[in-house]
């Protein structure tokens, strides 16, 4: 194939508004990294793959712009080729073509030489692309993007189309004050969502968080409704239950999934007549908005939910997709999180700016594009604790700590990049394991419960009763105020260390930090 060097083969600039069928799936462009940081999350529509013509890739093409904004501008980065590629669509494939003398190139973590084929399979799940050593894109054929209505901020970060419909829905549910299930996989953001839910919905009272998986069965009535001074062995004080406590407001209950079966009844009928009963006190209406979640599965063979409690529960509902389904994110959420951590820190040189240099461009860059391509199986929250390592590792330029570039080196089996993976263990009895495997299996999945109880195939219950019941284990909540702040001074508020060195899980201890009123994403 030849090519003129100087040939008009450019791409319309992006259309902040053409109305687009919600299912049509067209060529989408994202930046997941540039130079101009500003730059990241700016996407391009590129040709239909049966009638367009080959176009080209490069310095001066396509145009990208924020949808809703304008105006649009190409790369216009002098380490890329005014025609890196050259793209040929052949009925659902993609051929790509570099030529002689372009600009370096890897598709896909491969280095590309000449020539290069993109199946329609590649193209859906999207591939990386690593221009000059210094713009990573994202190619991907995908549900075309269209400006996003006026929301709230929710605090959500990212612009496609998924982030953009889920603020759209935030917004939506969060002002009708109904109850509402939030699904998907740990990591996702589902106490993000509660938050901006309570947030949209501007009720006077406090947003109220509970783990429902932590809560000891013979326990449970005065953990959520209360009780009053004397009621029983220990009861020296009356207490509000976590239903009173969030009175007039929002009760988020966290891993709702792992709600003991002895809990279930008496949740129902609180959610059922919006009133509860005191252990030794009188029944008591309650004004509560009931927000849920869980990454469990609610029915189903082998389910002992109760299955009018997740009808209850889920008359609204919310799903969460995980991080490796909308990759077009990737770019502004690590920036996101890098930005969050190099400011605790105090560290905000460290970010990439206009006078970067070329091999430290590079390195961001490099950074990105492993990012890209790893599926994180703890989706946004492993990707913000990568953010805070790699920040903690860099101190004199960036640098990536050793257990963090063996992760994102890690490949599958069908060539595309993975992380890790719990091991999913077959079903077992928590007290069949021994002391040396369950602290094993702590310290390898950070503290965080959920992902050691999939590898140790139990349930949370399980882990959290092994865990209270050992006076070497503890959860975030139960670290006092003292040594809490001790450990975050050490670490110069460096809350991923301190949760290293306190053997807590880092999420748990986030949300500590969040309900304590200290700054911290």
């Known amino acids: 194939m030849t090519t003129n060097a100087d040939a008009d083969l450019t791409l319309p600039s992006v259309v902040a508004a053409v109305p687009v069928d919600d299912c049509a799936r067209r060529l989408v462009l994202t930046i997941v990294f540039h130079p101009d940081t500003r730059r990241i999350g700016e996407v391009a529509l590129l040709p239909d793959l049966a009638a367009a013509p080959p176009w080209v890739l490069g310095r001066r093409s396509p145009a990208f712009a924020r949808l809703g904004a304008a105006p649009a501008a190409a790369l216009a980065e002098p380490h890329v080729s005014r025609q890196a590629l050259v793209v040929t669509a052949d009925g659902e494939r993609l051929l790509l073509h570099r030529p002689a003398g372009s600009s370096r190139c890897r598709i896909g973590g491969r280095e590309l030489d000449r020539h290069t084929e993109l199946a329609a399979d590649e193209l859906r799940r999207g591939v990386a692309i690593l221009l000059g050593h210094c713009v990573v894109l994202l190619?991907?054929?995908?549900?075309?993007?269209?400006?996003?209505?006026?929301?709230?901020?929710?605090?959500?970060?990212?612009?496609?189309?998924?982030?953009?419909?889920?603020?759209?829905?935030?917004?939506?549910?969060?002002?009708?004050?109904?109850?509402?299930?939030?699904?998907?996989?740990?990591?996702?953001?589902?106490?993000?969502?509660?938050?901006?839910?309570?947030?949209?919905?501007?009720?006077?009272?406090?947003?109220?968080?509970?783990?429902?998986?932590?809560?000891?069965?013979?326990?449970?009535?005065?953990?959520?409704?209360?009780?009053?001074?004397?009621?029983?062995?220990?009861?020296?004080?009356?207490?509000?239950?976590?239903?009173?406590?969030?009175?007039?407001?929002?009760?988020?209950?966290?891993?709702?999934?792992?709600?003991?079966?002895?809990?279930?009844?008496?949740?129902?009928?609180?959610?059922?007549?919006?009133?509860?009963?005191?252990?030794?006190?009188?029944?008591?209406?309650?004004?509560?908005?009931?927000?849920?979640?869980?990454?469990a599965a609610l029915d189903g063979e082998g389910c002992d939910f109760k299955a009018a409690l997740r009808h209850r529960l889920g008359a609204?509902?919310?799903?969460?997709?995980?991080?490796?389904?909308?990759?077009?994110?990737?770019?502004?959420?690590?920036?996101?999180?890098?930005?969050?951590?190099?400011?605790?820190?105090?560290?905000?040189?460290?970010?990439?700016?206009?006078?970067?240099?070329?091999?430290?461009?590079?390195?961001?860059?490099?950074l990105f594009h492993s990012c890209l391509r790893y599926r994180w199986p703890g989706n946004v929250r492993e990707l913000a604790n990568t953010a805070s390592q790699v920040v903690v590792a860099s101190t004199g330029g960036i640098a990536v700590p050793e257990p963090v570039r063996v992760a994102l080196q890690a490949v599958n089996g069908d060539g595309g990049v993975s992380g890790p993976r719990a091991r999913r263990a077959t079903a077992r009895r928590l007290r069949d394991i021994d002391e040396a495997e369950f602290d094993q299996a702590l310290r390898q999945n950070g503290y965080e419960v959920a992902n050691v109880a999939r590898q140790l195939g139990v349930s949370r219950q399980a882990v959290y009763r092994r865990m209270d019941e050992s006076a070497r284990h503890r959860l975030a909540g139960q670290v006092p105020q003292s040594e809490l702040e001790h450990a975050l001074a050490r670490r110069a508020g460096d809350a991923s260390a301190a949760a290293r060195d306190l053997k807590v899980s880092l999420s748990s201890l986030r949300s500590r930090l969040r309900d304590s009123g200290l700054a911290w994403y």
């Open 139 to 295: 190619l991907r054929l995908a549900p075309s993007p269209q400006a996003a209505a006026d929301t709230h901020d929710t605090g959500l970060r990212g612009s496609s189309v998924y982030m953009n419909a889920l603020r759209e829905q935030i917004a939506r549910l969060g002002s009708s004050g109904l109850d509402v299930l939030v699904r998907g996989e740990t990591g996702t953001g589902k106490e993000l969502v509660a938050t901006a839910l309570h947030r949209a919905g501007q009720r006077g009272g406090p947003l109220v968080s509970i783990n429902m998986a932590a809560i000891p069965p013979g326990l449970a009535a005065a953990t959520l409704f209360g009780n009053v001074r004397g009621a029983f062995t220990g009861a020296a004080s009356a207490n509000a239950g976590f239903f009173g406590q969030a009175q007039g407001g929002t009760l988020f209950m966290d891993e709702i999934g792992d709600t003991p079966a002895e809990v279930q009844p008496q949740l129902l009928r609180a959610l059922q007549e919006r009133e509860v009963q005191a252990v030794g006190g009188a029944v008591r209406k309650v004004d509560v908005r009931v927000i849920s979640a869980t990454d």
């Open 316 to 366: 609204c509902e919310i799903g969460l997709l995980p991080l490796r389904e909308h990759p077009e994110d990737i770019g502004e959420l690590l920036l996101h999180f890098l930005t969050v951590s190099c400011r605790e820190l105090g560290r905000t040189e460290l970010l990439p700016g206009a006078n970067a240099g070329a091999r430290e461009i590079a390195a961001w860059a490099g």
